[in-house]
């Protein structure tokens, strides 16, 4: 079926050391991904996406690797700091990507960041 | 700018009463949603608006109606609430900025039906 899930559903990492956060999902149909923050008591907040046709997205101290051979996604900080605690989402839309309208999230990695 | 902005921020019904979530966004964007989060779940679609006078179910649209008053706005209504929809309810909007479909999130309502 659709899904989207993550390996782990927590994560503590040292501050300063990378952070890797794992995502699969199930649908091979699925052309546009994007991950997601959310700090405690607040909305979700964009971070970075990745279409299909892209194997990896850098932005400013986050990659997104995409393996569509094992479909698989997964989202890297580096020098991780104790702001980048929250949890983090995975979503695909399986739409056809001309509209965003079938996004379907994971159940989220909290990430702890220990001093 | 305030993005975008929803109302209540709590609210406690009983059973078999109704409400509006509201939500508004100065973004001039065309696209808007609203979703629930359940703990520890990611967050499930409710109800999406692709441009202002279009509405379209989500994945969970059951026991909730849209409006899509004006570009700026898009409620939320719960006829008759029911505990299954005690939850956490952001409303979102989106643009298109590029190659991304970047959405922007509300704080949220929390809901608690007894």
């Known amino acids: 079926g659709e899904s989207v899930g993550l390996h782990l559903p927590t994560l503590s990492v040292q501050e300063g050391d990378n952070s890797i956060i794992n995502c699969a999902y199930s649908n091979s149909a699925s052309d546009y991904f994007i991950w997601y923050k959310q700090e405690s008591g607040k909305g979700p907040q964009f971070i970075i996406d990745?279409?299909?046709?892209?194997d990896k997205r850098q932005g400013q101290r986050v990659t997104v690797l995409l393996n569509k051979t094992v479909k698989h996604l997964s989202l890297q900080i580096a020098a991780t700091q104790p702001g980048d605690s929250a949890v983090y989402f995975c979503a695909e839309n399986i739409g056809r990507g001309t509209s965003y309208d079938k996004v379907i999230f994971g159940p989220g990695t909290s990430l702890s960041v220990i001093p | 700018n305030a993005g975008v902005t929803q109302t209540p921020k709590f609210q406690v019904l009983k059973t078999g009463q109704s409400m509006t979530l509201q939500c508004a966004q100065d973004?001039?964007?065309?696209?808007m949603y609203w979703y629930r989060q359940d703990p520890g779940m990611g967050l499930r679609l409710i109800y999406y608006?692709?441009?202002?006078?279009?509405?379209d179910k989500g994945e969970v649209p059951n026991g909730y109606n849209v409006s899509r008053l004006n570009k700026r706005e898009f409620s939320l209504r719960l006829e008759s609430a029911a505990p299954s929809q005690t939850s956490v309810y952001f409303c979102?909007?989106?643009?298109?900025?590029?190659?991304?479909?970047?959405?922007?999130f509300g704080p949220g309502t929390r809901l608690t039906v007894t």
């Open positions: 608006s692709a441009s202002e006078g279009t509405t």
């Open positions: 973004m001039n964007h065309n696209s």
């Open positions: 990745i279409r299909s046709n892209m």
């Open positions: 979102a909007s989106s643009a298109l900025a590029g190659v991304s479909y970047e959405q922007y």
